[in-house]
T-cell receptor
Framework: GDSVTQMEGPVTLSEEAFLTINCTYT??????LFWYVQYPGEGLQLLLKATKADDKGSNKGFEATYRKETTSFHLEKGSVQVSDSAVYFCALTPSGSARQLTFGSGTQLTVLP | DTAVSQTPKYLVTQMGNDKSIKCEQN?????MYWYKQDSKKFLKIMFSYNNKELIINETVPNRFSPKSPDKAHLNLHINSLELGDSAVYFC????????????FGPGTRLLVL
């Protein structure tokens, strides 16, 4: 079945540091790929997405590129802020009619001032 | 206006009780979902409904029964609650043929004592 593997956390960075959270996936066909963010005590919010190979999703300074050849969708940000502290989830929906999200295990990010 | 709302936000109950969690979306979406997030933050799909019909039913105990009275509502009823049911339950919605983004509710934190 489909699966998503995310880099283990927690990740602790200083403000203005560069962030990379690795994500790789296993799926048939051409899934759509997502990054969701969960701030403390809140629900999940879509951060960015990409629906086909070589697409780059971007939002709030975060970027991720859909790499079909390496089955990856790594999340990056050039300069993190304290307010970016949250849990980040990589996820996919399969191609075809079923639309359930398959999530990675989540990566806790803490940014220190 | 809240796009996807859930009630209650917190639910503390005794083992063996029956409880319901309600979900409503005002986005006009045709598909709704229930996800369970365990204590390690791992998220897994439980159910998916499209236009009031069940389209995904992952391996969950039959003590869990989703009910969709109309397209805008998907409630989750749980019978004979067990300690292992303690988790955060998230409702989400999407438009099946509308870009695949799922919008999540704030979550219901269930604690079974």
């Amino acid at each position: 079945g489909d699966s998503v593997t995310q880099m283990e956390g927690p990740v602790t960075l200083s403000e203005e540091a560069f962030l990379t959270i690795n994500c790789t996936y296993t799926a048939t066909g051409y899934p759509s790929l997502f990054w969701y963010v969960q701030y403390p005590g809140e629900g999940l919010q879509l951060l960015l997405k990409a629906t086909k190979a070589d697409d780059k999703g971007s939002n709030k300074g975060f970027e991720a590129t859909y790499r079909k050849e390496t089955t990856s969708f790594h999340l990056e940000k050039g300069s993190v802020q304290v307010s970016d502290s949250a849990v980040y989830f990589c996820a996919l929906t399969p191609s075809g009619s079923a639309r359930q999200l398959t999530f990675g295990s989540g990566t806790q990010l803490t940014v220190l001032p | 206006d809240t796009a996807v709302s859930q009630t209650p936000k917190y639910l503390v109950t005794q083992m063996g009780n029956d409880k319901s969690i309600k979900c409503e979306q005002n986005l006009g979406h045709d598909t709704m979902y229930w996800y369970k997030q365990d204590s390690k933050k791992f998220l897994k799909i439980m159910f998916s409904y499209n236009n009031k019909e069940l389209i995904i039913n992952e391996t969950v105990p039959n003590r869990f029964s989703p009910k969709s009275p109309d397209k805008a509502h998907l409630n989750l009823h749980i019978n004979s609650l067990e300690l292992g049911d303690s988790a955060v339950y998230f409702c989400a919605s999407s438009q099946l043929d509308g870009g695949e983004t799922q919008y999540f509710g704030p979550g219901t934190r269930l604690l079974v004592l």
